[in-house]
T-cell receptor, first 113, second 114 residues
Framework: KQEVTQIPAALSVPEGENLVLNCSFT??????LQWFRQDPGKGLTSLLL?????REQTSGRLNASLDKSSGRSTLYIAASQPGDSATYLC????????????FGKGTLLTVNP | DAGVTQSPTHLIKTRGQQVTLRCSPKSGHDTVSWYQQALGQGPQFIFQ???????QRGNFPDRFSGHQFPNYSSELNVNALLLGDSALYLCASSFSGSNWNEQFFGPGTRLTVL
């Protein structure tokens, strides 16, 4: 059974800092890994998707890496801004399906002005 | 291009009642999945619909049922509501013919059971 863990559970940083969020998964036979952002009480916004054949994916100030063999992914946020404050979730397909996602509990990020 | 839409936004029900939540997928998508997210937790997979059939199901009781229509929109029905069914219900859509299999989520329906 696939399990996804995210560390830390919460993170508070001053504006302008670079930061790293961590995601680990127990079954390395994944098809891809997706990072999402969730604002309080809202739906999920897809940030980045990394295919299993890729090692990195970048979008603006965000960079996600994937190491399948060790069961780990990181989300790097450069020059953080107060608007980046949200919960960040990672998810991987599991159960033999490319669509059934297993999520971590997320990292609550607060960027202080 | 409209993304995934869900209705209603909020819903308050009492124990034992039944509820129906609705989802319209992103344009061009043909697969709809439903997730339940309790406060402080990651979303949990309920089930997925493709070609109007339930293709895969998570660890949820039969009180949770669904339907997909020919236009790919979907409904989630929950019978005999329990207090523990209070959660944010998320719908996600994707395109079965995509190599990326990226899923896009709607804004969710907040269900409160009293």
């Amino acid at each position: 059974k696939q399990e996804v863990t995210q560390i830390p559970a919460a993170l508070s940083v001053p504006e302008g800092e670079n930061l790293v969020l961590n995601c680990s998964f127990t079954d390395s036979a994944i098809y891809n890994l997706q990072w999402f952002r969730q604002d309080p009480g809202k739906g999920l916004t897809s940030l980045l998707l990394i295919q299993s054949s890729q090692r990195e994916q970048t979008s603006g100030r965000l960079n996600a890496s994937l190491d399948k063999s060790s069961g780990r992914s990181t989300l790097y946020i450069a020059a953080s801004q107060p608007g980046d404050s949200a919960t960040y979730l990672c998810a991987v397909p599991s159960g033999g399906s490319n669509y059934k996602l297993t999520f971590g509990k997320g990292t609550l990020l607060t960027v202080n002005p | 291009d409209a993304g995934v839409t869900q209705s209603p936004t909020h819903l308050i029900k009492t124990r034992g009642q039944q509820v129906t939540l609705r989802c319209s997928p992103k344009s061009g998508h043909d697969t709809v999945s439903w997730y339940q997210q309790a406060l402080g937790q990651g979303p949990q997979f309920i089930f997925q619909y493709y070609e109007e059939e339930e293709r895969q199901r998570g660890n949820f009781p039969d009180r949770f049922s669904g339907h997909q229509f020919p236009n790919y929109s979907s409904e989630l029905n929950v019978n005999a509501l329990l207090l523990g069914d209070s959660a944010l219900y998320l719908c996600a859509s994707s395109f079965s013919g995509s190599n990326w299999n990226e899923q896009f989520f709607g804004p969710g329906t907040r269900l409160t059971v009293l």
